[in-house]
T-cell receptor
Framework: DAKTTQPPSMDCAEGRAANLPCNHS???????VYWYRQIHSQGPQYIIH???NNETNEMASLIITEDRKSSTLILPHATLRDTAVYYC?????????????FGTGTRLKVLA | EAQVTQNPRYLITVTGKKLTVTCSQN?????MSWYRQDPGLGLRQIYY?????VTDKGDVPEGYKVSRKEKRNFPLILESPSPNQTSLYFC?????WGTGQADTQYFGPGTRLTVL
């Protein structure tokens, strides 16, 4: 199964860009990459997803390498409210069904 | 309001006493799943259901059962809970567009279970 690897923690200054890396070297061609974040012990919240191309929405940008073995989530102007645990997730397709493999997450602390 | 609800939110029980954690969604989603979250291990998928009557094992199904008799409900059943099932549990749902399209999950608020 695909597996994701993330650094356990990162700090970022408020107002600066936060770049959160994820390694998913065993990903297959039809498997999407998702990013979610979790604040305290609340339910995770969706941020962005991608397959091959870079993606941007109102929350963040997702950069996927050409070989698809890694990706980077970019929060362009981090605020204190972005302090959370960020999860990189691969959706694994098997025989017409799919399941989700979470990484252990990166705890991002945004510093004032 | 579109949401995933779980009940109970907190539960303390004893080893071997059967329990059910309910999950319900009001978004007409096809795909539903259960996760457990433990310190240092992130979230791990227990079971998932592509649609009514179709369920499959995730990465950590041992000691759990599920059923999907209706589209909106996906209860998690612990027939004989043990202390190693003490965890934070999340239910999630999504449209279930199929393997060729992306599918965004919506998570419930979580159920904190303690088994003594």
């Amino acid at each position: 199964d695909a597996k994701t690897t993330q650094p356990p923690s990162m700090d970022c200054a408020e107002g600066r860009a936060a770049n959160l890396p994820c390694n998913h070297s065993t990903i297959s061609g039809n498997e999407y990459v998702y990013w979610y974040r979790q604040i305290h012990s609340q339910g995770p919240q969706y941020i962005i997803h991608g397959l091959k191309n870079n993606e941007t929405n109102e929350m963040a940008s997702l950069i996927i390498t050409e070989d698809r073995k890694s990706s980077t989530l970019i929060l362009p102007h981090a605020t204190l409210r972005d302090t959370a645990v960020y999860y990189c997730i691969v959706r694994v397709v098997t025989s017409g069904t799919y399941k989700y493999i979470f990484g252990t997450g990166t705890r991002l602390k945004v510093l004032a | 309001e579109a949401q995933v609800t779980q009940n109970p939110r907190y539960l303390i029980t004893v080893t071997g006493k059967k329990l059910t954690v309910t999950c319900s969604q009001n978004m007409n989603h096809e795909y539903m799943s259960w996760y457990r979250q433990d310190p240092g291990l992130g979230l791990r998928q227990i079971y998932y259901s592509m649609n009514v009557e179709v369920t499959d094992k995730g990465d950590v199904p041992e000691g759990y059962k599920v059923s999907r008799k209706e589209k909106r409900n996906f209860p998690l059943i612990l027939e004989s809970p043990s202390p190693n099932q003490t965890s934070l549990y999340f239910c999630a749902s999504s449209y279930g567009w199929g393997t060729g399209q992306a599918d965004t999950q919506y998570f419930g608020p979580g159920t904190r279970l303690t088994v003594l």
